[in-house]
């Protein structure tokens, strides 16, 4: 909400010489966010100027200039840059006259942009001066000619200092209205909550409308609620206020009071009728919707849309109608999509004679929805769904009443209506005490209520505590703690003491998130950067990457998503990966080692898709919440990482060491030994990667049980292309719950050895379709507890071996722990792993 300190000042004492810098000060003080000021940014001389008169020269270009003769002060008096009462000033514009009054910048002014202004040479003169657009002053858009002030209704006198005569020396505070506080959505509530952080006397703008303006409404004017399908049982409008002024002349322009005050509050002027409309919203806070009166059929009846029903709304669109959407109706149909936007066909025009005025106080759910569904928010429904005052709409419609007649030339008709079917807010009992236990505050009883009248409530003692009733424009005060809150902030936060509460002790991470955050520190600490991608992919992408195998995979789909080309919830981590390194490498950095710690999404059978969801009119029961809970899909954390580019650039002495799927692996076994697991790479395929540069990654427990937990391999050199990727990628995703799933509860360090290793090289020949690493696991498996450590060290395929065999060559680590090992001991574990080897695979040792 942007607040003009010159508005702000006539509903709240402002000290002489208030700087916004002090307004947001105060407004911080009772809760409201800063977020910036705002002004025109005009400084220097800008004066009212009169043309006297201007030659048109065409130019060798086409365009054809004026050279114009200003006067920009009084006769035989100084300008207000201290130069000559009448100046010669060069002007493309062709839409005024002499005798004109419009605004002149002399040199020194700056104009918004910055955009400073100097005497300079053009088309062979000195233009001594600029004269002025709308948009060049920050009041509007309208580049295409000069602003005459006649176009204003106004009739300055030669030499008036513009910046004041049209506001554009004012400035405007913004605060950040969080969504229980709608009612800060209107200098009127912004003022009120100056009035609490200064102590300033506040003046409510609805009392300063003329009583006659809104005593007695006469009963007139049709207006029927036809609910018949409420939302959560609020009916769609509790309050309906008519008024109708005739004889309007909507041509008149503007008040240059009025369109500075808009645009500092983040509006732009449109027409009068309509700039009354919303000025009238922005100061009470009431949403007010004109039509005009000559284009409505009947009289108004408000009600849910019909199947298959449509609106041309005033931005020219046809919207297709929903059955919960709140409509303003009249004989021929809808006219209005209730508290969002009117309707093309009543909309108000230059020709609009006579104004049927409407403030109503609709439902906020219903308005909610509806601008939602149509992806079409509007200032009137930022306000409806956070909240109106009901008992604001009289004065409101009463106020457009009166601007309308001192504006516009209209007068007030009989005609109108008055339908108020608002409840008042229900007492909240406040027991004694309560606020000072729950905020920690020894407040006074005078002080709770001082500061609980002091925001609009009524209070009334009782035996045990206070009954409060809040204030209409109060909708989210609801119960005691909001009272809490409402009276530590009016008294002061400061008041509230400092103390860091301790711990509970037993408590703190859990093994499952002291195990997450080890296994990210450690990947961390060995060179990768973590990143964050969004959850949401496309179906294709789920299909490549959600399974090892090919095909459709389960997926949970979104009914609203953010983008048509991602609407479902991912099952992978790896297209989030593949996105960012390929925005990093368009960005020239190409090299790149990445992971990614999240949840995906795993729905199963009975998931609730959002068929299955109740409907939104009334609270679901704890049955239907229970089984709704229970339908949620499985959400694991995975763990994936990306390597690609080069793990050690080329350097003096040194050649470039390209990444690939070694790199991956190693942060495989980097996450494995965070958590106390060996993960085991075993030969595999998936349809995204290298057929033979991909690994099933198979977890090994200390009890010697195996989990499967992910897969790692390099990317199909097809598909890196087609995303614009390096032709190597190395990847790897791991199931991490799974994984620590596996690991043991306490991670101890290994015993540091004290007796030396005897270590064995074993050459063994299988066939070349046998899996290294199935022939590595059978060689650990039958050396025994001796073997300390196993590692492929040269896989051979060439002259001397067998046709269709290879020889691998393992290098073996044996070590006892209560004596030095013999050779022979050492021999006689490596041949029993090679036995086994050969029991399983066919190995032989080579000769």
């Known amino acids: 909400m942007r607040v003009p300190l010159s508005w702000l000042g006539e509903f709240v004492d402002l000290e002489p010489g208030t700087t916004p810098e002090e307004v947001h000060a105060a407004l911080v003080s009772v809760g409201l966010e800063e977020e910036d000021v705002h002004t025109f940014e005009i400084s220097g001389p800008v004066v009212v100027g009169e043309v006297l008169a201007f030659e048109e020269e065409p130019q060798t270009n086409g365009k054809t200039i004026r050279w114009c003769e200003v006067r920009v002060a009084p006769e035989g008096q100084s300008a207000a840059d201290g130069g000559g009462d009448v100046r010669g000033i060069v002007c493309g514009a062709r839409n005024f006259f002499p005798g004109d009054k419009v605004v002149v910048t002399l040199p020194g002014a700056v104009l918004p942009g910055p955009f400073p202004i100097a005497a300079r040479k053009t088309y062979g003169h000195v233009s001594d001066g600029m004269i002025a657009s709308a948009r060049e002053l920050g009041l509007g858009e309208d580049h295409d000619g000069i602003l005459r002030l006649t176009t204003l209704g106004l009739d300055p006198e030669v030499g008036t200092d513009a910046v004041s005569l049209l506001g554009l020396d004012d400035a405007a505070v913004e605060v950040n209205v969080t969504p229980d506080r709608g009612y800060a959505f209107s200098i009127r509530g912004v003022a009120r909550e100056y009035s609490h952080a200064t102590g300033a006397a506040f003046r409510d703008p609805a009392d300063a409308v003329p009583v006659s303006a809104v005593a007695d409404h006469p009963s007139g004017f049709s207006v029927t609620i036809d609910d018949t399908a409420p939302i959560r049982g609020n009916v769609g409008a509790s309050v309906f206020v008519t008024r109708v002024v005739r004889d309007v002349d909507a041509t008149r322009p503007t008040p240059a009071w009025m369109i500075a005050r808009l645009k500092l509050a983040g509006m732009r002027s449109i027409s009068l009728i309509v700039d009354i409309t919303n000025y009238v919203m922005l100061e009470l806070g009431q ?5 005009d009166l000559d284009k409505v059929s009947g009289g108004i009846v408000v009600r849910r849309a019909k199947p298959g029903e449509t609106l041309v709304t005033l931005d020219d669109q046809t919207r297709k109608l929903d059955p919960e959407d709140l ?11 209730a508290g969002v936007m009117g309707g093309a066909a009543t909309e108000i025009g230059a020709d609009t004679r006579n104004v049927l005025i409407e403030a109503a106080n609709f439902d906020p759910v219903s308005i909610a929805r509806t601008a939602r569904r149509h992806k079409l928010p509007s200032e009137a429904s930022k306000r409806f769904e956070r909240g109106v005052d009901p008992q604001v709409a009289v004065a409101a419609a009463a106020r457009v009443v009166q601007l309308l007649e001192q504006l516009a030339g209209g007068h007030a008709d009989e005609l109108g209506s008055l339908l108020d079917a608002s409840q008042a807010a229900d007492a909240i009992h406040l027991p004694e005490g309560y606020i000072s236990s729950l905020i920690g505050v020894d407040y006074t009883d005078d002080e709770v209520r001082a500061a609980l009248a002091e925001i609009g409530g009524t209070v009334t003692e009782t035996a045990d505590g206070l009954l409060v009733v809040p204030p209409t424009w109060r909708p989210d005060l609801r119960d005691k703690a909001d009272l809490a809150e409402e009276v530590a902030r009016i008294v002061g936060y400061d008041r509230i003491p400092s103390i860091l509460p301790v711990a509970p002790p037993g408590r703190g991470l859990t093994r499952e998130q002291r195990l997450r955050r080890a296994v990210a520190q450690t990947l961390a600490d060995n060179g990768s950067t973590e990143v964050l991608s969004f959850p949401f992919t496309s179906e294709a992408q789920n299909d490549l990457f959600g399974s090892a195998e090919a095909g459709p995979v389960p ?9 048509a080309t991602a609407p479902y919830l991912r099952t992978s981590l790896l297209p989030g990966l593949l996105d960012a390194a390929k925005r990093n490498l368009a960005r020239g950095l190409v090299d790149l080692r990445v992971y990614e710690l999240g949840t995906v999404f795993r729905p199963s059978e009975g998931s609730i898709g959002s068929e299955s969801l109740p409907p939104g009119a009334a609270l679901p029961s704890s049955d239907i919440l229970a089984g709704l809970n229970a339908g949620i899909p499985a959400q694991p954390r995975h763990l994936a990482g990306l390597v690609v580019g080069n793990v050690v650039d080329k350097q ?93 509860a306490d991670i101890i360090a290994g015993v540091i050895a004290g007796f030396p290793a005897a270590t064995q090289d074993l050459s063994l020949v299988v066939g070349q379709d046998v899996p290294a ?64 080897a050969g029991d399983l695979f066919g190995a032989t040792i080579r000769e």
């Open 287 to 291: 949403p007010i919707h004109g039509y």
């Open 327 to 337: 409509l303003i109706t009249d004989d021929s149909g809808a006219i209005g999509l």
């Open 555 to 563: 997926a949970v789909r979104l009914a609203n998503a953010l983008d």
């Open 652 to 744: 003096p002495g040194m050649t470039a060491a390209p990444a690939g799927l070694v790199d991956a692996l190693d942060m495989v076994r980097q996450t494995a030994a965070a958590v106390g697991v060996t993960v085991d790479p075993v030969q595999s395929s998936h349809q995204a990667l290298h057929p033979g540069r991909t690994a099933r990654l198979v977890a090994r427990a200390a009890d010697g049980s195996e989990t499967p937990v992910g897969y790692a391999g390099e990317l199909l050199p097809a598909l890196a292309h087609e995303l614009d990727l390096p032709r190597v990628v190395a990847v790897f995703e791991l199931d991490l719950d799974a994984l620590i799933a596996v690991a043991p």
């Open 773 to 836: 690493g199935d022939v590595l696991r059978a060689v650990r498996e039958g050396a025994g507890s001796l073997l300390e450590d196993i590692r492929l060290v040269d896989d051979y395929r060439g002259t001397g071996l067998p046709d269709g065999h290879k020889s691998l060559t393992f290098a073996l680590r044996f070590r006892a722990a209560d004596r030095t090992l013999t050779a022979a001991e050492a021999s006689e574990a490596k041949l029993a792993g090679s036995a086994r």
